[in-house]
C-alpha cells in the first residue's frame, strides 16, 4: 500500500484573510491546540520566523521524536512531515500545503526502487532521507546530508551499499569516504539548476566571496567550492568565518538566517542557468502564511500513513539516529 495519504485540501475561502493579522491568528492557534510548527530552512521568512524550531531535516527529525506537542505542523515538504509522523504515530500531524513534494522523493517510486533492490541482494540499502515513507519502509538506514559521512564510514568495508536517491550526494558521499556506492539515479531539481559558468562569472565580481554549497549540487560546483555542508553547517560556516563574503549555493531561504546571525555580511545566492528563479523550491515556497493558517484552523490536511509501513519505516530512522 502507498504511503501519505492525506485529507483532501481545505477549500474554505470564505474568510477574509487579508483582514487577519496571520501571525496573532497563528500564535493563537498554537497555544489552543497545544500544537509546535516544524519549519525548514527554506520557507519563506515569515513562517520561519513564527516557527518553534527551524532546522535542516536531522535537526527537525530529533525536534519531531521529542516533542511533547498535541499536534505537529510541519511547516516543509511532504516526506518531512511523513518522517514526523513515522515517529509520532499517536499525534495528529499537518501540512500546509498537500502538493509541497520533492523532486528527489518523486524520483524514486517505492514499487520501482523494490525491483531494484532485488536486482542486489547482497546490497545493503541507506536511503537520503528526501523520499517516501514507502521507499524508507524498504531501506535499512536513513540518512541526511548532515550525518552521511559519518554513517557511511560505520559500515563494514566488505558490506556493498545502494545509495538512494540522490546520485549527487552520494558521489559526494564515495568521494569523501572512499567507498564505492551503487547510485540510484536521482537529483534534487533545485541544486542541479546552479550554472558553473554563471558562479564563475559571479566569482569574478565579488573576488572576495567564498563559495559555499550543498552537497546535493553537481560535481562541478562542489569542484569549485570553499566550503561544502549540510544546510546547517553552511549557516554555521557563514557566522563562524572571518570572511564577510559569500556565493551561496543551495536554496536561498537560508539566506534569511544568515543574515539574521550575520547582518554585517554579504550573502549572494548562486545563480541558475536561466532567468528563472530556480533557487528557490518550488515546492518549499507552495506553503504560505495563509496556509498555515488554514491548516491549523481547520487541522487538515493531516498526514496519515499506513501503519505496516510506519513500523517498517521507523527502524532505520532508529538507525540513524542511533548511528549519528
Not at 114 to 124: A, G, M, N, Q, R
Amino acid at each position: 500500500m502507498e504511503t501519505g495519504i492525506l485529507t483532501e485540501p481545505q477549500t474554505n475561502f470564505t474568510l477574509n484573510l487579508e483582514a487577519l493579522n496571520l501571525e496573532e491568528e497563528i500564535l493563537a492557534l498554537k497555544k489552543k491546540l497545544n500544537a509546535v510548527i516544524l519549519a525548514h530552512y527554506y520557507q519563506e521568512s515569515e513562517i520561519q520566523d513564527l516557527a518553534d524550531f527551524i532546522g535542516d531535516s536531522l535537526e527537525l527529525s530529533k525536534r519531531a521524536a521529542s516533542t511533547d506537542a498535541d499536534i505537529i505542523v510541519f511547516a516543509g515538504v511532504h516526506f518531512m512531515a511523513e518522517t514526523a509522523k513515522i515517529l509520532n504515530p499517536s499525534k495528529k500531524v499537518l501540512i500546509p500545503d498537500l502538493n509541497a513534494g520533492c523532486s528527489l522523493a518523486e524520483g524514486c517510486p517505492a514499487p520501482v526502487f523494490k525491483k531494484f533492490k532485488e536486482l542486489h541482494p547482497d546490497h545493503i540499502v541507506i536511503s537520503y532521507i528526501n523520499c517516501s515513507a514507502a521507499v524508507k519502509a524498504l531501506s535499512n538506514i536513513i540518512c541526511t546530508s548532515s550525518n552521511a559521512v559519518k554513517i557511511i564510514e560505520q559500515i563494514p568495508k566488505e558490506q556493498k551499499i545502494i545509495f538512494a536517491p540522490d546520485k549527487n550526494l552520494g558521489r559526494y558521499i564515495m568521494k569523501k569516504t572512499g567507498r564505492s556506492m551503487l547510485l540510484w539515479d536521482g537529483s534534487c531539481i533545485v541544486h542541479e539548476t546552479f550554472s558553473d559558468r554563471k558562479i564563475l562569472l559571479l566569482k569574478a565580481e565579488n573576488p572576495n566571496a567564498l563559495l559555499i554549497a550543498h552537497p546535493e549540487c553537481e560535481e562541478a560546483i562542489l569542484n569549485r567550492a570553499d566550503f561544502i555542508g549540510s544546510t546547517s553547517a553552511l549557516l554555521r560556516f557563514t557566522y563562524e568565518s572571518d570572511a564577510n563574503e559569500f556565493i551561496i549555493a543551495t536554496e536561498e531561504g537560508i539566506i534569511h538566517q544568515m543574515l539574521k546571525k550575520s547582518p554585517h555580511k554579504k550573502f549572494i545566492p548562486a545563480p541558475p542557468n536561466s532567468s528563472c528563479a530556480c533557487n528557490e523550491c518550488p515546492y518549499m515556497k507552495l506553503n504560505t502564511m495563509e496556509k498555515l493558517y488554514l491548516c491549523m484552523k481547520d487541522q487538515k490536511p493531516e498526514i496519515i500513513l499506513d501503519e505496516e509501513i510506519r513500523i517498517k519505516a521507523l527502524k532505520p530512522i532508529q538507525r540513524m539516529l542511533e548511528m549519528s
